[in-house]
């Protein structure tokens, strides 16, 4: 197995069509089905699925994939640190993210870039995940951490973990001293919610509905900095990733059941987008990010 067989491959799984992947390699389709068709009986499984009019990848191939694009960013920001300093690399990457994940974790990975690639500029948009959707789709974006696109056929989405929305609550709340809160029990409670445009409303009202309870939404947020500081004021609830709340003496943070609310965050990138070596390199850094729980 060589080099140029992975990169092969990583083109074609990016793109799903041979005839842009060889393009993009500058070879024949015929050069790269070749190339392909030796990894393939190198490793003893299929990789794509051509048949029909689109190409798909095989459980094989999705597998491979997962293990290998780590090390070809890390081979591309090798070479491309022996060529240019880190300091001399310019560029800007454009990033879109959902409140929760701007609170913390996305300037977190933002920093961790810009003290390695201090030439680099980052634009962060703060949107509801349709409005991601759609900027991914138009080129205005080009990555952004969110949520499983539904019907993106057109888009890569790669999860990055599964967490637990929970309720917070400041200090002196009734239920600030309980370990756990069912749903239900939030009939009839005073809450600060995000705007139902977001996702993450919709599953909360899912929930709701399905364990029966109607609480008093006296506040719709589009932003979760906001609502952690008004219900720090006030006697109100929220729903939040734990990951989204720092540690703090004024608030509670309690495990929500009967349902837990869970939804899994991940990246999301157009498929056949040229991704640039440093842009690799900053999705990595947010997967590490939360692989740690930041």
């Given amino acids: 197995m060589e080099l140029r067989h992975l990169r092969y491959f990583d083109a074609v799984a990016e793109t799903l069509n041979f005839t842009r992947a060889a393009e993009r390699l500058h070879v024949t389709q015929s050069t790269l089905s070749h190339q392909i068709k030796q990894l393939e009986e190198e490793l003893g499984a299929a990789l794509f699925d051509r048949g029909g009019k689109h190409v798909r990848m095989t459980e094989a191939g999705e597998i491979l994939r997962s293990h290998m694009t ?99 609550v400041g200090i002196h709340h009734p ?3 309980r370990r756990r809160v069912r749903m239900v029990e939030l009939h009839g409670v005073r809450m600060a919610l995000l705007h139902p445009q977001f996702l993450t409303r919709k599953l909360l009202d899912d929930c709701f509905h399905q364990a029966g309870a109607k609480p008093i939404v006296v506040a719709q947020m589009n932003s979760v900095a906001p609502m952690i500081a008004l219900i720090r004021q006030t006697d109100l609830a929220g729903i939040i990733t734990e990951t989204a709340v720092a540690p703090s003496a004024d608030l509670r943070v309690i495990p929500l059941e009967d349902p837990t609310p869970i939804r899994t965050p991940g990246l999301l990138w157009p498929k056949g987008a040229t991704r640039s070596p440093v842009l690799k390199h900053f999705a990595e850094i947010i997967r590490r990010a939360a692989g740690t729980g930041a």
């Fill in 70 to 168: 780590p090390a070809l960013e890390q081979i591309d920001l090798g070479l491309q640190a022996l060529r240019t300093p880190a300091v001399a690399i310019t560029g800007s990457i454009r990033l879109g993210t959902t409140p929760s994940f701007n609170t913390r974790m996305v300037p977190q990975c933002v920093a961790t870039l810009l003290n390695q690639y201090p030439g680099m500029a980052v634009t962060v948009e703060e949107l509801a995940a349709g409005q991601i959707l759609k900027r991914l789709r138009s080129g205005h974006l080009d990555i952004a951490v969110s949520y499983p696109p539904g019907d993106g056929g057109d888009l890569w989405f790669e999860p990055l973990y599964n967490e637990e929305l929970r309720l917070v």
């Fill in 175 to 177: 239920l600030a001293k």
